[in-house]
């Protein structure tokens, strides 16, 4: 997943695109993975499973997907030998801290990305018109019949309510 913003400024006599004026936003799914806490939680995962890496490494060799009654006895024998100390280690309370970050994590970081660039927005507008334009984002997934689903992103400017009032006090 990525998202791009773009802004440009059209310059009315020529027709041309300013480059100077020509703004660029950009949030990498690596950006979204260190800023909602994915990161930092793989880390902590593989730091919190290592004092228990032999015991899973047995559980995973001992696999019972055969039919065999020695493969099924195998895996029963090392399940049991393993029990205590994996599952001292999987009902630790800060797996559920973790889940309980990460939840909606991603979500949040899309949020604050969104954010950026409206406030961004109403600067520059502040600066050209005198009044905060109001950017409208709109972001979600769209999927029409027959098609795979994917992602959408339109944005609008619009006047805020605030220098609406203030167009009106003024005119």
Known sequence: ??????FGVWDPQSGQLMADQLRRWKLTMGQVKHASGLNNARRDTEQWLAPIKPHLQHLAAASSAGTSLEANLKHITVTLATWDAVWEVYLDPKWARQRLRLYGAQDRALEQFFNKLREDRAEVSMERHGHAKQLVVFFGP??????????SLRAKAQHSPASQAQQAHQG
């Open 1 to 6: 997943m990525a998202v791009s913003a773009a």
């Open 142 to 151: 769209t999927q029409q019949p027959g098609s795979h689903t994917d992602s």
